[in-house]
């Protein structure tokens, strides 16, 4: 059973997202907040495996909300629930250290399929946040010459990494490159450790800043 807490200020969407939650066979929403003000204190007894984190939220926002989950409960997985026009805080939270960024207008379908894909090592990010991220990096940085060397990832590791940089998912990936997920798990963990980063995110963060990709 996947544990999973909801963070959002806005009571009606707790409910849907709680409601959504219980019609899962496989998943429980063991908690519903409206801000992080009480995040560890909330969790301490029964950390939930996968929170659903709001970046706007009076008090201890969504961001707090990230780095407070990434000290203290670094075991859980998060998933930002965003808008389109929110370039800053999506920057913000991708460095804090978030899993995922799923749209708020996505689907049902889209946010369980994300949850599922989180708990299972993937790192769920519509291509449409995937672009923006891009085109927030390509506004903030001046290329200059390739690092491709810089961490001595191999062909098929830069291969991959530009594929987690669009926002392809671990299945996608293994389809693009004719290899199984099992590998591209595999490569996957060896970016982490040749990186120095622990999720995603962080290596797509260091991958677009260092241009590797």
């Given at each position: 059973?996947?544990?999973?807490?909801?963070?959002?200020?806005?009571?009606?969407?707790?409910?849907?997202?709680?409601?959504?939650?219980?019609?899962?066979?496989?998943?429980?929403?063991?908690?519903?907040?409206?801000?992080?003000?009480?995040?560890?204190?909330?969790?301490?007894?029964?950390?939930?495996?996968?929170?659903?984190?709001?970046?706007?939220?009076?008090?201890?926002?969504?961001?707090?909300?990230?780095?407070?989950?990434?000290?203290?409960?670094?075991?859980?997985?998060?998933?930002?629930?965003?808008?389109?026009?929110?370039?800053?805080?999506?920057?913000?939270?991708?460095?804090?250290?978030?899993?995922?960024?799923?749209?708020?207008?996505?689907?049902?379908?889209?946010?369980?399929?994300g949850i599922h894909e989180v708990v299972n090592g993937g790192a769920p990010m519509t291509p449409a946040i995937a672009r923006r991220v891009l085109e927030y990096f390509s506004k903030k940085n001046v290329k200059t010459k390739s690092n491709k060397d810089l961490y001595e990832l191999?062909?098929?590791?830069?291969?991959?990494?530009?594929?987690?940089?669009?926002?392809?998912?671990?299945?996608?990936?293994?389809?693009?490159?004719?290899?199984?997920?099992?590998?591209?798990?595999?490569?996957?963990?060896?970016?982490?450790?040749?990186?120095?980063?622990?999720?995603?995110?962080?290596?797509?963060?260091?991958?677009?800043?260092?241009?590797?990709?």
């Amino acid at each position: 059973m996947i544990k999973i807490a909801v963070f959002d200020d806005h009571k009606d969407r707790r409910e849907a997202l709680k409601l959504m939650i219980s019609l899962q066979h496989d998943m429980d929403c063991i908690g519903e907040y409206e801000d992080c003000s009480n995040l560890v204190v909330n969790m301490q007894n029964n950390p939930p495996d996968v929170v659903l984190m709001d970046i706007h939220m009076p008090g201890t926002d969504g961001i707090a909300g990230v780095k407070l989950l990434q000290q203290y409960f670094p075991d859980t997985y998060i998933i930002m629930q965003t808008v389109f026009e929110d370039d800053e805080n999506l920057f913000s939270s991708l460095l804090a250290g978030a899993h995922g960024y799923i749209l708020k207008k996505a689907p049902n379908e889209k946010l369980i399929a994300g949850i599922h894909e989180v708990v299972n090592g993937g790192a769920p990010m519509t291509p449409a946040i995937a672009r923006r991220v891009l085109e927030y990096f390509s506004k903030k940085n001046v290329k200059t010459k390739s690092n491709k060397d810089l961490y001595e990832l191999s062909k098929r590791e830069i291969d991959i990494l530009s594929c987690l940089v669009k926002g392809y998912s671990q299945k996608m990936i293994a389809s693009s490159l004719f290899i199984s997920p099992f590998t591209v798990n595999n490569h996957i963990k060896n970016i982490y450790q040749k990186m120095h980063v622990h999720s995603v995110s962080e290596a797509v963060a260091t991958a677009i800043q260092k241009n590797i990709v």
